[in-house]
């Protein structure tokens, strides 16, 4: 009795299961979020005309309400809100763009504090950072 061996017979189902949860993992390690934070690459103009266009159908279709629509600088502001809330608060919230204004410098700010957002980096002290 003391002697005896077990033998262990081949599962396939066993095999297999443990085959699709080691891809599980490898997937969820893959997909973490310090591996996409260091493999994050800066938005490109296009695609922020892209989002920015996606913005104004949003607006158009009534989706931001009606106060979106009701003059083309009131449009432009929820478009720059919709696009990047975080920018939008940094940037204008305190001071929204006003009718007939062109703010060059804040507009500039405005992409940086994206790129900076698409890459993961820290906002702070993007307001200013164009000042001349």
């Known amino acids: ?19 699709i949860l080691l891809l599980l993992l490898m997937l ?3 997909l973490s979020p ?9 938005i490109t103009e296009i695609e922020t005309r892209q989002r920015k266009n996606k913005c104004y159908a949003d607006i158009e279709s009534g989706m931001w309400g009606q ?4 003059s083309t600088i009131t449009k432009e502001n929820c478009a720059l809100r ?10 204008y919230e305190s001071d ?8 060059l410098v804040r507009g ?4 940086y504090c994206m790129h900076k957002l698409s ?12 000042g001349y």
């Open 28 to 30: 969820f390690l893959l």
């Open 67 to 70: 106060q979106c629509k009701s």
């Open 96 to 103: 929204p763009l006003e009718e007939g204004e062109k703010d």
């Open 82 to 91: 919709c696009l990047s809330p975080a920018c939008y608060e940094i940037i």
């Open 1 to 19: 009795m003391g002697n005896r061996k077990t033998q262990r017979s081949f599962n396939p189902s066993v095999v297999v299961r443990n085959s």
């Open 119 to 130: 890459l993961g980096e820290s906002l702070q002290d993007i307001k200013g950072s164009f």
């Open 108 to 111: 500039q700010e405005f992409k």
């Open 34 to 42: 310090t591996v996409l934070a260091k493999s994050r690459r800066p």
